[in-house]
Nanobody, 120 residues
Framework: QVQLVESGGGLVQPGGSLRLSCAAS????????MGWYRQAPGKQRELVAA???????NYADSVKGRFTISRDNGKSTVYLQMNSLKPEDTAIYYC??????????????WGQGTQVTVSS
């Protein structure tokens, strides 16, 4: 079982920055990707940024140029640097980890979420 613990959320003014962290622990067989999703009230959960094991990244169009995803491989920790924040970035942000077992079975784990509020 894999546990994900997020931190770094909070209240920030428009134009400000936040850095989210997600630390993974437990038995990881073959890490395939880590990423960040968000869910605003009344909306579906959406991908914000993902980082594959080969280094490829994928960003939502709405955050390109403002958000950066990175990973500390030694600590199985993924970060999301968020700059130039906008009120529409307000949401609960969830960390995700995709793992592949020796059998080939794929599992996806989720953190508990951290609230990001952008408001003046």
């Amino acid at each position: 079982q894999v546990q994900l613990v997020e931190s770094g959320g909070g209240l920030v003014q428009p134009g400000g920055s936040l850095r989210l962290s997600c630390a993974a622990s437990g038995r990881i067989y073959r890490l395939n990707a880590m990423g960040w999703y968000r869910q605003a009230p009344g909306k579906q959960r959406e991908l914000v940024a993902a980082l594959a094991n080969d280094g490829n990244t994928n960003y939502a169009d709405s955050v390109k140029g403002r958000f950066t995803i990175s990973r500390d491989n030694g600590k199985s920790t993924v970060y999301l640097q968020m700059n130039s924040l906008k009120p529409e970035d307000t949401a609960i942000y969830y960390c995700s980890l995709k793992d592949i077992r020796p059998t080939g079975a794929r599992y996806e784990y989720w953190g508990q979420g951290t609230q990001v509020t952008v408001s003046s």
